[in-house]
């Protein structure tokens, strides 16, 4: 297991019934499996390629009626409702969808690739309570894992705490840093191409504004 999936599964609270929306090979579910975090999980992918390979992994467990697996977009095709849900791996944008679609369980784990500032602003809006929400490193690349309950929440994030996480702006660690280092440097490179277009230059420089306010 790569170090992204070990921190995400290290994240991931006890339930009832578990799902793994989008698991692919489907290693955290056998993590949640072996380690007694739920009474049953349901693997879903909408790709039946990608459900094949942790069909194949987690074949006891299927086969012992713990886990069940379910060619879907989201959760539109789970049988039940899950209380716990992990949504890893695909877009900020994405993962509204889903939950737009589906439903906000009463727990989650998400693990934005990017936009996590339209999820953590469609997560606020909905009342969640983000517990956790923080950048990690996996060698020299960079995620943001946000976990936490579907109430108790204070929409009282700030524009600032929207676009970088609030735990991140309150306690920064090494990968936070690293990670909007990294996003700088990228910025800078592509605002030094002439055939940009005058939006696309304004977005980057408004990005590449707010980093530079974070004084690296
Ligand atoms: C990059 S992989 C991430 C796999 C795993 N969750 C992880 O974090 O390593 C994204 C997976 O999500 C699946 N996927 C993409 N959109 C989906 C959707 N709307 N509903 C269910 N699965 C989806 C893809 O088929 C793919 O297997």
Same mark, same amino acid.
């Given at each position: ?25 489907? %290693?955290? /579910? ?30 006891? =467990? ?27 791996? @695909? ?18 784990? @998400? ?45 009282? %994030? /700030? ?17 936070? %840093? ?6 700088? /440097? ?19 420089? =408004? ?10």
């Amino acid at each position: 297991m790569t170090e992204r999936l070990a921190e995400i599964c290290r994240r991931i609270p006890r339930g009832k019934v578990f799902a793994d929306i989008g698991c692919d090979h489907g %290693y955290c /579910t056998r993590y949640v499996l072996s380690h007694g975090l739920c009474e049953r999980a349901y693997l879903s992918d909408i790709s039946a390629g990608s459900l094949r390979k942790a069909e194949k992994l987690l074949s006891r =467990s299927i086969a012992a009626g713990k886990c069940f697996a379910v060619v879907a977009d989201g959760m539109k095709g789970l049988p039940e409702r899950a209380d716990v849900v992990l949504i890893a791996g @695909l877009g900020g944008e994405e993962i509204v969808k889903i939950l737009e679609e589906g439903y906000l369980p009463e727990k989650f784990v @998400l693990q934005p690739m990017h936009n996590q500032e339209k999820l953590r602003a469609y997560l606020m809006a909905k009342g969640a309570n983000l517990m956790r929400d923080y950048t990690f490193a996996d060698g020299n690349y960079y995620y943001d894992l946000i976990a936490g309950e579907n109430a108790g929440g204070k929409k009282d %994030y /700030t524009g600032e705490e929207l676009f970088f996480g609030r735990e991140n702006l309150r306690s920064p660690s090494p990968a936070f %840093y690293g990670k909007w280092r990294q996003e700088e /440097t990228k910025l800078r490179s592509y605002l030094s191409r002439e055939n940009l277009s005058e939006k696309s230059r304004e977005e980057l420089a =408004s990005r590449l504004e707010r980093i530079e306010a974070l004084h690296l």
